[in-house]
């Protein structure tokens, strides 16, 4: 029988799963969907790119303040509370007011804060040092199948059309807002936390000032620094593949005969290869324990680099900026455009299940802080990425990209080595101790 701690784990993969089975896929086309409001609407000003910066910069600020609020609320309460914002984030989408997208956009980065640091904490509380790598695997695998179904809809709804009326997109906007919803009711139906012998574990209640002063202190240790750096590259990658790759592919109207409906596919396609690294490594969890979480993270930086290369011979220059009938440096094609997505799903998820298994075993007693440190860095990486999509064509992005990867390779491959040794270090002292 599958033990109440995994049972956990599965319950809030398939929240998160539905929760943002809405967002991620607003993220992927908010660009597109915005620019045709404006077409339509010559009141509305709304941009995708200030739009998700706003978000991720606000996510950033709050991520300070969401120890204090999940040290007295708990982690599930908090979650519930951060979903909620998503929810209405997309809903707004139903009366497209300008004014009305940035508040959305401010309240949701508050809310993400909240829910991403409270999952880290509740998935690090159903977990030990044998299980944080599956469960990080499981966990991964569930919420970024999230890119299957959100996308396949607008796959489905955007064939043959050059331009997003108002009916597709309250269509597209309602669909999601449900399904939004649904993944609302599955966190507030999550169990508490429990331990190895299957009992609720007692919340830890840690008043604001000891939580906040707690994140600081963790901030300024050697370990977290030098996976700062790992957590900086995974936002600039989270900005590229999310809010800047399947739109220029969409913009890019020498791929196909329908370039809009590629977008969809495309980020599809970032969540077959995200599921796969998921599934892959929360099967491999209890091997690459014995290994350590270097390799992978080093294959997906071999996968990234591949990736950035292609990318850059098959997308013109200009696509991030505005649709273009500019040639690439070879032809563009479709096929290639697609497989480059799978493999930003896939490289993404080596990075991201290593980090999450890597804050929950050498940081599992404060993986409140640790995780909103995490978040902090990642979102204020993407929200610096969003404000510079405005301006800087796809050569730039991928040379930034290149060169941040190799760091953030390097960073976390010495903390590795780092915590390795101290325990090796630890043992030896405990053989030494006993041994006299």
């Known amino acids: 029988m599958v033990d109440k701690r995994t049972v956990n784990v599965i319950h809030l993969g398939f929240g998160f799963m539905l929760v943002f089975t809405a967002f991620q896929t607003f993220g992927n086309m908010e660009k597109t969907i915005l620019d045709s409001i404006r077409k339509d609407d010559d009141s509305f000003h709304g941009d995708g790119y200030i739009s998700l910066a706003l978000i991720y910069a606000m996510l950033a600020v709050g991520n300070w303040v969401a120890p204090s609020i999940i040290g007295g609320l708990g982690p599930r309460l908090s979650m519930v509370i951060g979903s909620i914002t998503y929810l209405l984030f997309i809903g707004s989408f139903l009366f497209p007011k300008t004014w009305l997208l940035y508040v959305a956009s401010a309240l949701v980065g508050l809310g993400a ?225 697609v497989l480059c997505s799978g493999l930003l799903g896939f490289s993404d998820s080596c990075f991201n299940t290593q980090i999450y298994a890597a804050i929950g075993t050498i940081f599992s007693e404060r993986s409140v802080p640790a995780f909103a440190i995490f978040k902090f860095t990642q979102s204020l990486s993407a929200a610096i990425a969003f404000v510079y999509s405005l301006y800087i064509g796809l050569y730039i992005h991928i040379a930034i990209l290149i060169g941040w990867v190799l760091l953030g390779t390097i960073t976390f491959c010495i903390t590795e080595a780092m915590v390795k040794r101290r325990k090796e270090l630890d043992e030896d002292s405990q053989e030494d101790s006993g041994a006299s």
């Open 113 to 337: 804060s909240i829910i991403w640091t409270g999952q880290g904490n509740y998935l690090t509380l159903n977990s030990d040092e044998f299980t944080m790598a599956r469960n990080s695997g499981i966990f991964w695998a569930l919420f970024q199948s999230s890119m299957l179904y959100g996308n396949f809809f607008v796959f489905m709804v955007f064939q043959g059309k050059s331009h997003i009326d108002e009916g597709t997109k309250n269509l597209v906007s309602g669909v999601l807002a449900a399904v939004c919803g649904l993944g609302v009711g599955l966190l507030v139906l999550l169990r508490p936390s429990v331990g190895t012998d299957g009992q609720a574990l007692a919340r830890r209640v840690v008043g604001p000032v000891e939580a906040f002063t707690e994140a600081i202190k963790l901030f300024s240790e050697k370990e977290m620094i030098l996976l700062c750096f790992t957590f900086l590259y995974t936002g600039l990658a989270q900005t590229f593949y999310s809010g800047v790759y399947s739109p220029s592919i969409a913009a890019t109207l020498d791929i196909s005969e329908d370039p809009k409906r590629l977008m969809g596919l495309s980020g599809l396609f970032i969540g077959i290869g995200e599921i796969f690294g998921g599934v892959v490594f929360g099967l491999l969890g209890a091997k690459t324990v014995r290994w350590g979480r270097s390799p992978i993270v080093i294959l997906g930086f071999v996968v990234n680099v591949a990736t950035y290369f292609l990318i850059f011979l098959n997308i013109p220059n200009e696509a991030p900026l505005r649709e273009t009938h500019e040639a690439a440096y070879i032809q563009s094609n479709p096929y290639i455009a």
